[in-house]
């Protein structure tokens, strides 16, 4: 069996254990084992890196952006194979990972050019004779903690803007697929970039998280993952006076009113709640209903979800994978039972299944699951279950719609499925989330725009595009006298 190593100061460094990690589809399949560092490695890795932030950061641009453009250029060109071996670890099927790997290129390629186009100000002073500059400066030694759904998209889009503003990076990705990590670690390690701005170091949370997080010389932590660590990591950071970035839980809806088109409606609906296997944070798990089109929508939904596919994530024909893990799978089902006992009307799915392809493997499948005739305030419409799981509440009109929508703690993807342009104006306006769709799956962002949401899916920063300098930069204003 393979071994996968820790990256720490530009060398591949052996770790005192490692972790198997196992295929989601095929639980007889194990791709490889994994380092599981222990907080001497971060020390060594946030070391390093404290090391060769001074050269990095005052570094030329081109340098920067030619090294970004290479990892950006490797990504895109082994595509089909990373997307496998994402696929393999993950779950998701294959076309989807194939995608997540190409928008995990385009991201490097994008910032290869930001660092060419970090602008300032020069501005006059209020005072005669004096000269105010207003620049940006790469604030240092940045952890990045990311979560198991993106296994390579959202490390990209954490460690290309570090990269590209002057930081130094110390990763630790989700301990469930180190795999995709690991890979885009070693395309990083070898674009000519020095020894100690990128480190990698595999292992379990609370013990890699928390060394990373509690670490004097680590000036900023930017997390993905759940609401409940997010939390804690934003109270460690404020303490220490880090800076502090962090996308975390969503119940997202999806608002079909009564002239929205039915077929458009129920397709973007299918692929926001079960595509994926519904683990996103951004998919739509709270479908909300007007009173005509409710039972033609059901009914249509139902049908739809039928043609889902449930099986080996690289299979063809596959259209859902299987859940990620055991624990997820289980914390699925749970909800399940929850749903029902709180008066839900499951109305699809709700059980483990076998392979839709008849190959016998043992793996996390799951049934895409449908709960009909449910309250706003039930649990299932309340928290985040990560899974295949959806719910439909019915409404009378768009006013109640938009008042359900909003009735959540969390705020980071709302959708409309409708015909008038009077209400999808209205709900750009007024829904209080981060991100809006319009007759879109609320699942599915582009890599050169903002990502992130309001109230308790998010806190920072936004994360992507230009306005990811916000984070990765801290603004210096000088003043000189003629």
Partial sequence: MTQHHNLINGQWTAADSYSPNTNPSDLSDVIGEYAQGGAEDVQAAVAAATAAFPAWSTSGIQARSDALDKIGTEILARKAELGELLAREEGKTLPEAIGEVGRAGQIFKFFAGECLRLTGETVPSVRPGI???????????????????????????????????????????????????????????RSGIPAGVFNLVMGRGRVIGEALVNHADVAAISFTGSTGVGRGIAEACVKSGKKVQLEMGGKNPQIV???????????????????????????????????????????????????????????????????????????????????????????????????????GKDGFYMAPTLFVDTEAGMRINREEVFGPVASVI???????????????????????ATT??????????????????????????????PFGGRKGSSYGPREQGRYAQEFYTTVKTAYTLA
């Avoid at 998209?153 to 995709?180: E, M, R, T």
């Fill in 420 to 449: 008038s342009l009077k209400y999808a104006t209205h709900f750009k306006r007024h829904s209080q989330a981060g991100m809006v769709m319009v007759n879109l799956p609320t699942a599915g962002v582009d890599y050169h725009v």
């Fill in 131 to 189: 000269g105010v500059e207003i620049t940006r400066e790469p604030i240092g030694v940045v952890g990045l903690i990311t979560p198991w759904n993106f296994p390579i998209a959202i490390p990209a889009w954490k460690i290309a803007p570090a990269l590209a503003f002057g930081n130094c990076v110390v990763l630790k990705p989700a301990d469930l697929v180190p795999g995709s990590a690991w890979a885009l670690a070693d395309i990083i390690h």
């Fill in 257 to 359: 009113l009564d002239d929205a088109d039915l077929n458009q409606a129920v397709e973007l609906s299918a692929q926001s709640g079960f595509y994926s296997t519904g683990q996103r944070c951004t998919a739509s798990s709270r479908l909300i209903v007007t009173d005509k089109i409710y039972p033609a929508f059901i009914e249509a939904l139902q049908a739809r979800m039928a043609q889902i596919k449930v099986g080996d994530a690289r299979a063809a024909g596959t259209d859902m994978g299987p859940v990620v893990s055991q624990a997820q799978l289980e914390q699925d089902l749970s909800y399940v039972e929850i749903a029902k006992a709180e008066g839900a009307r499951l109305a699809a799915g709700g059980a483990r299944v076998a392979c839709h392809t008849g190959s």
């Fill in 394 to 416: 019915r409404v009378k009109d768009y006013d109640e719609a938009l008042a359900v929508s909003n009735d959540t703690p969390f705020g980071l993807s709302a959708g409309i």
